[in-house]
Nanobody, 124 residues
Framework: QVQLVESGGGLVQAGGSLSLSCAAS????????MGWFRQAPGKEREFVGA????????DYADSVKGRFIISRDNAKNTVYLQMNRLKPEDTAVYYC?????????????????WGQGTQVTVSS
């Protein structure tokens, strides 16, 4: 089992920045691809980005590419999502997820473990 706990959500004005963290516990963190997803009210949960255990491969959704940065610190069992130049359409509950794999996946069903989510609200 892998337990994931997100933190760092909040309210920010458009154009601002916010940093999310996801702390993992349980099985060996470094063997997992870590992904970030988000879900806005009335919409399906969508892929934001993912990073391999080594950090050598990172994938981003087109909607956040160039604005969001994913990183991880395996020594701290933590993955981060730095969100810059935020837009009102980035408003959602953000979830981190873990997938025991070698390459990042954009599919929700690939991820076995999920955090409880953290709310990000971007005001216009």
């Amino acid at each position: 089992q892998v337990q994931l706990v997100e933190s760092g959500g909040g309210l920010v004005q458009a154009g601002g920045s916010l940093s999310l963290s996801c702390a993992a516990s349980g099985r060996t963190f470094s063997n997992y691809v870590m992904g970030w997803f988000r879900q806005a009210p009335g919409k399906e949960r969508e892929f934001v980005g993912a990073i391999t255990w080594s950090g050598s491969s990172i994938d981003y959704a087109d909607s956040v590419k160039g604005r969001f940065i994913i990183s991880r610190d395996n020594a701290k069992n933590t993955v981060y999502l730095q969100m810059n130049r935020l837009k009102p359409e980035d408003t959602a509950v953000y979830y981190c997820a873990a997938d025991r794999a070698l390459v990042p996946s954009r599919r929700r069903t690939a991820y076995n473990y999920w955090g409880q989510g953290t709310q990000v609200t971007v005001s216009s």
